[in-house]
């Protein structure tokens, strides 16, 4: 007889739980039930979002020392200042002491400084451009002869052109008495560095027999000829005037089959020659070209005709009308250029219909409009016999545009084109206020 086993429970079969419990009991021999994670995670992620923003609003709300605010350059404000020569002593066309005051006067504030200058001939006229600042008004140049302050003429016996530097007034000579030699136009760059001029040599019967431009370097002191030039006096010749942005010095020349440009490039040190192609302008005189080369002011004359100021096309040889009156009763002159090449200032002296009286005028025009618009900003009316001391002549357009200087009866006028009026005046002397006049721009 086989031998009996108490009965096991079979796998998979739970035990019942012991009377009263409330847990149920979990057979050992099976493998434990999975846990339901997806509270915990919950859990465990809402964890996380609170301390993280816990963290960002502890980082906004937590004291921090402020940095200080990186120390700014003091804004520079330029300053124009207009110079012109207001005594003069010393006489004849003698070698001797001539001694000059320079006023450099601040419209804005009506300050006027001071500076003496002595030299051993007395300073040309104006026609040959006698004295030029740097735009910060520490170097000058300008030319002196024993032709004295008349209309300087292609015959000086003694010729000079000086550069110098305030305050220390170190000056220098850089062209020197040269007979039958004629600087006849100078001109000092705005950076104050170099000094570009015409040198002209006339032979015993006093005709041109060479033409070349010059270069001085007032650092080093060296001359240099860059090349031959041809700048007749016969013909009409604007003087030398500087393009800052092309670092080139230039002057235009009319001549039968057109007008041409002598260029000379301050980078490169050298000089050309082109023509310039005008479809049509009439005959007359050359003003000045604009500051940024690109147009240039002609006054027309032809008596047949009316008198009139036209605008050339230095690019595309266009010509635009600007003003016109009969010629018979006056004409225009002057041509200085606002700074951005805008607007220009011209001069006239109209006779009226009576053939009496005179009107005088000071006229800005807009440039850059077809319609050539135009603003008379001084006026005056006087007899013939009154108009040489009326008429007014434009001397300068300051750097920054604000103002336009003008002289009238030896009279010095600012106008101020942001407040649209003149301003007091400076009076000056009979010694010559349009002959040396400019502006330089210093900063405070």
């Not at 026609?127 to 004295?148: E, K, V």
């Not at 220098?172 to 001109?187: E, R």
């Not at 302008?281 to 005709?305: C, H, Q, R, V, W």
């Not at 942001?418 to 010694?431: C, E, F, N, R, W």
Request: proline letters at 7%; zero cysteines.
């Amino acid at each position: 007889m086989e031998p009996t086993y108490p009965q096991q429970p079979s796998y998979g079969t739970p035990i019942p739980p012991p009377p009263g419990s409330v847990h149920p009991a979990v057979n050992p021999l099976l493998p434990p039930p999975k846990k339901d994670r997806s509270k915990l995670m919950l859990i465990v992620l809402g964890s996380t979002v609170g301390v993280l923003v816990l963290l960002v609003f502890g980082a906004l709300l937590w004291p921090h020392k402020t940095k200080a605010p990186a120390t700014q350059k003091p804004q520079v404000t330029p300053v124009g200042e207009y110079y012109h020569i207001d005594t003069v002593k010393g006489s004849g066309h003698t070698k001797g002491s001539y001694d000059y005051t320079v006023n450099l006067t601040n419209p804005a504030t009506n300050v006027t400084q001071k500076r003496d200058l002595t030299t051993e001939w007395p300073i040309v006229s104006r026609a040959a451009r006698p004295m030029q600042f740097s735009a910060d008004g520490q170097t000058y140049l300008f030319g002196i002869s024993d032709t004295g302050d008349a209309a300087y003429t292609a015959v000086p016996k003694s010729f000079e052109l000086v550069v110098g530097r305030w305050p220390q007034s170190h000056e220098k000579v850089i062209v020197k008495d040269v007979d039958y030699n004629d600087g006849m136009d100078w001109l000092l760059t705005a950076d104050g560095q170099e000094v570009v001029y015409v040198d002209t040599v006339l032979d015993d019967q006093k005709a041109v027999t060479t033409q070349a431009l010059y270069s001085y370097n007032v650092t080093n002191g060296k001359s240099t000829k860059i090349g031959d030039v041809a700048r007749p006096f016969d013909r009409n010749n604007t003087r030398l005037f500087e393009v800052t942005k092309d670092k080139t010095v230039s002057f235009y020349t009319a001549q039968d089959d057109g007008i041409y440009q002598t260029k000379y490039d301050r980078n490169k040190h050298t000089v050309a020659s082109t023509k310039v192609v005008i479809n049509a302008y009439d005959t007359g005189t050359l003003g000045m070209p604009s500051p940024d080369g690109t147009k240039l002011i002609y006054f027309g004359n032809n008596p047949a005709a009316n008198a009139t100021a036209y605008l050339l096309d230095l690019k595309d040889g266009g010509v635009t009308p600007l003003v016109k009156t009969p010629a018979k009763y006056g004409g225009y002159s002057g041509g200085y250029w606002s700074p951005d090449s805008k607007l220009i200032v011209v001069t006239s002296s109209i006779k009226d219909i009576d053939g009496a009286h005179y009107k005088n005028q000071v006229t800005t025009i807009d440039t850059t409009v077809k319609s050539t618009q135009t603003e008379v900003i001084a006026e005056n009316v006087s007899t013939a016999a009154e108009n040489p001391k009326n008429f007014y002549s434009v001397t300068s357009w300051s750097a920054d545009g604000r103002y336009i200087t003008f002289v009238q009866n030896n009279q010095l006028h600012y106008y101020d084109l942001g407040q649209k009026k003149l301003l007091p005046d400076v009076i000056a002397p009979d010694s010559g206020i349009a002959d040396v006049n400019g502006w330089i721009t210093k900063t405070q």
